[in-house]
């Protein structure tokens, strides 16, 4: 009989590819597992951009063979908590936030300074970072796992506050090529977690201010905007080369209760476009485990009247814009030192 194998994503391993979009990376327990959000890493969707139907048969009525697939991709979602290592900054891969190689391959880069890990979008005009990733799911006891290679990989970032005072969750939106996945592989025992003892802020005393106004948060959120498509190529075998990464369009959207206009006016400022600095933190005074997104400069795009429960609110879409056509300091990401 055989071994039933139980679905459980039991291990997760990244790596920046440093030998060309789509040529993998070497990944290591020791150096490369990724510790997610709630346990188990995600599942992964494999789908194709032609699926090999032919519709159906002249006057059988019934259906033509089909013909093999064509442009085969991957896609996964990976949800980090939004936290620092917890005990300083190096350029060592323990001395980077976990989540530094996913912002890498997700329109950013990165530098240190200070002790803090900066990190803005990479020109339109600079070659993106990508992700090799090997997931190991379906475990059958004492038979090993299945391996899915993933490589080629760019990721869209968002994240989102728990309004009910729990941690906060960095998501990537992973799309890659897949390679062809093993069975029965060892899972290996000897894994490094990243940060894994380094409990994450929680969203209290998250700090929120538009220009020189200091906000009652209810509730954040971030979209990078990110465009990723195919790179559809019918030169190559399968028809596909990968993904491309393209323009972005962030927002932050934030709920806060409403005050004095005289205090702060959401609708005065998008009836005249106003530029303000917005800036949003959470884990404040926190060793390595605190993080700061900064719009040097942002205008509101959409303001509604809400309310929770008898507390009048406004849920405020804020838009960045780099200070100049060229630059690429639109969104500045810092993990304090």
Known sequence: MSTVKVI?????????????YGNGATVSPTVNTVLCAGGDAPDATI?????????????????????????????????????????????????????????????FSGSLSAGAWTYTYTPITTAPNSLALQL??????GSGAEVY????????MSFKADTNGGPLVMSFALSGIPGTPTDAVAV???????????????????????????ANLRDVSYDDGLDIGPRVNLSATGSFSGYY??????????TIED?????????????????????????????????????????????????????????????PT???????DDVILTFNA
């Open 149 to 156: 290679p993933i490589s080629g990989s760019y990721g869209k």
């Open 47 to 107: 789908a194709y951009s032609y699926d090999g139907d032919r519709k159906g048969m002249a006057l059988s009525g019934g259906n033509q063979r089909r013909t093999t697939p064509s442009g085969k991709s991957i896609t996964t979602k990976i949800d980090m908590d939004l936290k620092g290592n917890g005990i300083g900054y190096n350029t060592s891969v323990s001395g980077s936030p976990p989540v530094h190689n996913f912002l890498l391959a997700s329109g």
């Open 8 to 20: 459980s994503n039991y291990l997760l391993l990244a790596a920046l590819e440093t030998n060309g």
């Open 259 to 319: 005050d004095a206009f005289s205090s702060y006016s959401p609708l005065a400022d998008w009836d005249s476009a106003v530029q303000r600095s917005v800036s949003f933190t959470v884990g404040s005074g926190l060793t390595a485990n605190s993080c700061t997104m900064t719009f040097p400069s942002a205008s509101i795009g959409s303001v509604k009247p809400d309310k929770s429960g008898d507390i009048a609110t406004w849920v405020i879409e804020y838009y």
């Open 188 to 214: 290996p025992t000897n894994i490094t977690w990243n940060a894994s003892s380094v409990i994450p802020p929680k969203g209290e005393k998250l700090s929120f201010t538009a220009g020189s106004f200091v």
């Open 322 to 328: 780099p200070s100049s056509p060229s630059a690429n």
């Open 245 to 254: 990464i393209g323009r972005r369009s962030p927002k932050l959207t934030v």
């Open 136 to 141: 190991y799911s379906r475990i059958a006891g």
